[in-house]
């Protein structure tokens, strides 16, 4: 059976993204953060494939850098506000009544606050860093998760063999383990690829407005937002940082709905 | 009906009870000492007891998130730190500036997808419907810091036919407007990615429905059929999108206002957060998320005008 | 007043619809039935140029002297609704849910004959007292998930009788509703056909609605028109082999019949669009079949080379 168009684009991306992250940690072109101010915007060139910015800093080995740290940032978030916030959803689902409700109601109420809304407030009391970056986008992921994983095992939850377990008395954390969890990876697991995308999003939305990832650390967003007060001078800096984020973005999305479509055939024929 | 309009009522003004208390949580409890934020590592320990003297930081917790509730219930939100006038005072003087760019975002992003939803749901499985869904997925990838700085390259570095950023202030609608076009449209743009692939799923759902076929049995021509016959139908999940893109509104009005310069709400609260002004941040953010809060609330109420059949469930 | 000849609708897959060629006179009722797949429904829908989009329409139909097929769309426009009229299976979606009743059938009212409102909705009370629905009045401004089921179907009967078509085509009309509801419907269609002299066309698989309503009878197999007659005459003496299945399967109320016996069926199933045979339709599940069946199509009443006149 043939893989679907957008899981194999969208894993090829990834891969291609994810693999210059992998690279950067041990090699690039240039140092990323060297400054030779004499060697401003150069055009491009075979020792620079990309040109230079307006501090000298070889473009290519920016963003070579900058995928690293865009990743990490994002699935180190994502990790985190997922596996808080799938725990969350699965305690919904077996504990039931009105802890289930407390949670799903905390879970709604928490969408009245953006990643950057929260950012926003963490940065004006702890100052920009990218730790808080970080905190902010495992927060929002937290409501996302506890939703998708509290759905999905409830509906395992009223499935005819978990009763029989239950009726055999088997703990609530057991069937948890053994049936629920493996019904819940799958959705998870793709709610997972979209929320990288996300988490990508932001981040470069968050370093671009300069409360995320602190100079001299390279990253997608800051080099966009340093593009920014160039743009009549090197209009071709705001490109490439630009380009990378929506080629992951896009990469991460694709995937994600690939694993989808790839897990529910019934799905597949109604796009 | 009413009984259940007046439900979602208090849920509304309870969500915006516990925003306003999260919000002071976070500002005033977890910083420990907010004088210390204000003020900085290196101020004396006089300077800063002075200070709390001053901003009633000495009180209970509890007493000064009542004290703060029931200024801002009233429109006062405090003093701002670093401009010394009223936070109220700010926040209007931004607002129409900030109303406009969403107003006009929306606008926009309503009737783009709108229209391509619809076009590619006509056009399903041909060139038109694929170009849509291409549209969307780069759409939805694209940051709008991004596609802004693009349209500025382009608009403005280039073709010089629009400004790159600033506003020019009311006087002269036109200039007011050409200052609002491209941040309008990058905002658009990547909004109605979102919105256009969900009306495409949503009215194809709907154009399978028997009573489409009844519409069209009974003479009615193509274009009737589809605007006001099926879109109406598929309005639910439509809607339901648009209430959740409003936290993606306020998200992006803020980072476009500071792209573009932009003289309102969104500049003013990183001018907030650079100043150290937590008073300003504060009003700022419960206002952001209280304004999320509500959007959601009239998207409630606006299923029962849409769906008759949801007027008398529970 | 229609004449089909040569009608066939043709999908990606296979066709669904072969060569179907039939008359009807004006004020005349007619059944179509058939199995689902049979392209009964796909039949009906030809005739007011309602075939999907993705499906290839050969052949003729001609209402009055106006071509269906291949006829422009605005052409087509005149015809629906004020000519010919379509009322379909009713699972609560037939109807907008959005809109109120007396809206709803207004609507062409207003368009076709260019009525004011008032005037639209004192009609559209007339024919919802014309189909039998009680207090007409305050039904219009309901909606539909405010009726029941049988009460729905007559709306979708008014609003199909708004323009006074010549002709009604109901496909499964009952097939949804329980049976004493099923009967009334089935009694009010034969009723307004005789009043208005509107011919009717029903479409079903239920053959005992359609003895009650139709004095022509079609039966329809796999994509192919097979027997067509006088309605008594077919259920009474059927000549096609299918036919005579399924009047054969049909289960009998009766004192004298013995329980005890397995009802006859049909063996073997309805081909896929994408298996039909080139020939006769029902080879492989015939009990008289003859060795060229499969390969060669009948032609004639009944469609049958064994059977056929």
Redesign the interface.
């Known amino acids: 059976m043939r893989p679907p168009a957008n899981l194999i684009v969208g894993s090829t991306l990834v891969a291609l993204v994810l693999g210059t992250a992998a690279l950067s940690l041990v090699w690039s072109p240039h140092d990323a953060t060297r400054i030779v101010v004499a060697m401003k915007f150069q055009p491009p060139s075979w020792t620079h494939p990309l040109g230079t910015d307006q501090l000298g800093r070889d473009v290519v080995s920016q963003l070579m850098v900058g995928a690293r740290n865009s990743m990490a940032i994002a699935l180190i978030a994502v990790l985190l506000g997922g596996s808080i916030g799938t725990a969350l959803g699965l305690l919904a689902a077996a504990a039931g009544g009105w802890i289930e409700e407390a949670v799903m109601r905390l879970a709604d109420?928490s969408?009245?606050?953006?990643?950057?809304?929260f950012a926003?407030?963490?940065?004006?009391?702890?100052g920009?860093s990218l730790t808080n970056a970080v905190i902010a986008i495992a927060f929002i992921n937290i409501p996302v998760f506890a939703r998708v994983a509290r759905a999905s095992a409830a509906q395992v939850w009223t499935r005819g063999y978990v009763l029989a377990a239950q009726s055999a008395g088997r703990g609530r954390l057991a069937i948890t383990q053994d049936h629920v969890i493996p019904n819940v990876l799958a959705p998870v697991t793709v709610q997972l690829t979209i929320e990288f995308?996300v988490g990508i999003?932001a981040e470069?939305?968050l370093s671009?407005?300069g409360?995320g990832v602190q100079p001299p650390t390279p990253s997608w967003g800051r080099m966009?937002s340093d593009?920014?007060t160039l743009?009549?001078l090197a209009?071709q800096l705001?490109?490439w940082?630009?380009l990378c984020?929506?080629?992951a973005?896009?990469g991460f999305?694709?995937l994600g709905d690939g694993l989808r479509d790839v897990g529910d055939p019934m799905l597949r024929r109604?796009r | 009906m009413t009984l259940l309009i007046l439900r979602r009522f208090i849920g509304f003004i309870l969500t915006l009870l516990a925003i306003s208390a999260a919000v002071f949580f976070v500002m005033n409890v977890l910083p420990g000492d907010p004088a210390m934020v204000i003020l900085g590592i290196d101020s004396t320990d006089d300077a800063r007891a002075a200070l709390r003297e001053q901003l009633g930081l000495n009180a209970p917790v509890i007493w000064r998130y009542f004290q703060w509730l029931g200024d801002a219930v009233q429109g006062d939100f405090g003093t701002s730190y670093s401009f010394r006038v009223p936070v109220a005072g700010l926040i209007a003087e931004r607002l129409p500036m900030t109303l406009a760019l969403a107003g006009l975002a929306t606008g926009l992003t309503v009737v783009l997808a709108l229209v391509l939803g619809v076009y590619a749901a006509t056009h399903h499985g041909r060139a038109g419907d694929w170009a849509v869904m291409a549209f969307s997925q780069l759409g939805i990838a694209i940051p709008a810091f991004w596609l802004s700085m693009l349209l500025v390259i382009l608009f403005a570095v280039t073709l010089r036919w629009l400004p790159p950023g600033g506003f020019p202030g009311w006087d002269d609608p036109v200039a007011a407007l050409r200052a609002l076009i491209l941040p309008a449209t990058a905002l658009a743009l990547v909004q109605s990615a979102v919105l256009a692939r969900v009306t495409r799923s949503a009215m194809l759902e709907v154009m399978r429905q028997t009573y489409v076929r009844t519409a069209t049995a009974t003479g009615l021509s193509p274009a009737r059929v589809m605007w006001r016959h099926a879109l109406p139908n598929a309005l639910v999940p439509i809607v339901t999108i648009i209430g959740m893109q409003v936290a993606n509104l306020v998200t992006g009005t803020i980072v476009i206002e500071n792209v573009f310069y932009l003289p309102g709400l969104g500049r003013l609260v990183f001018q907030a957060i650079s100043n150290r002004d937590l008073i300003t941040v504060q009003a700022m953010v419960t206002l952001f998320a209280a304004i999320v809060v509500t959007a959601n609330f009239i998207v409630d109420l606006a299923y029962l005008w849409i769906d008759p059949r949801l007027r008398s469930r529970q | 007043m229609l004449a089909v000849s040569g009608l066939s609708v043709t999908f990606d897959a296979g066709q669904a619809l072969r060569d179907a060629s039939m008359t009807l006179a004006r004020g005349e009722r007619l059944g179509i039935a058939g199995e689902s797949g049979s392209g009964k429904t796909l039949l009906g829908l030809s005739l007011l140029g309602m075939a999907p989009e993705a499906a290839s329409v050969t052949g003729s139909v001609v209402f009055d002297g106006q071509h269906v097929v291949g006829a422009a769309e605005r052409d087509l426009r005149a015809l629906r609704g004020q000519r010919i009229a379509m009322v379909f299976q009713e699972p609560l979606s037939a109807l907008n849910p959005l809109r109120r009743i007396g809206d709803l059938i207004a609507e062409p009212l207003r368009l076709h004959r260019g009525m004011g409102r008032a005037a639209a909705m004192d009609r559209a009370a007339a024919l919802l007292d014309e189909v039998g629905l009680p207090d007409p009045v305050s039904r219009l401004r309901q909606f539909p998930h405010e009726m029941s089921g049988g009460q729905r179907q007559r709306v979708t009967i008014a609003l199909a009788l708004a323009c006074d078509p010549d002709l009604l085509i109901a496909d499964e009309p009952t097939t949804a509703l329980d049976v004493q509801v099923a009967a009334l419907i089935l009694a009010l269609l034969r009723d307004l056909s005789e009043r208005r002299r509107m011919a009717l066309i029903l479409i079903s698989h239920d053959l005992r609605a359609i003895a009650r309503v139709t004095d022509r009878l079609a039966i329809m197999y796999g994509g192919d028109l097979v027997e067509q007659g006088p309605t008594a005459q077919v259920l009474g003496m059927p000549r096609h082999p299918y036919t005579r299945g399924l009047i054969a399967a049909r289960p009998i109320l009766s004192a004298t019949r013995d329980r005890s016996a397995p009802l006859p069926t049909i063996p073997g199933t309805v081909p896929a669009l994408s298996a039909l045979p080139p020939g006769c339709r029902f080879a492989g599940r015939c009990p008289v079949e003859l060795p060229h069946c499969r390969t060669t199509r009948p032609t004639g009443n009944p469609a049958c080379h064994r059977e056929g006149a």
């Open positions: 109420f969408f009245a606050f953006p990643a950057l809304l926003i407030m963490l940065a004006a009391v702890f920009p995308a999003l470069a939305a671009f407005l409360l966009l593009a920014q743009l009549y209009p705001a490109i940082p630009g984020i929506m080629v973005v896009l999305n694709l109604r």
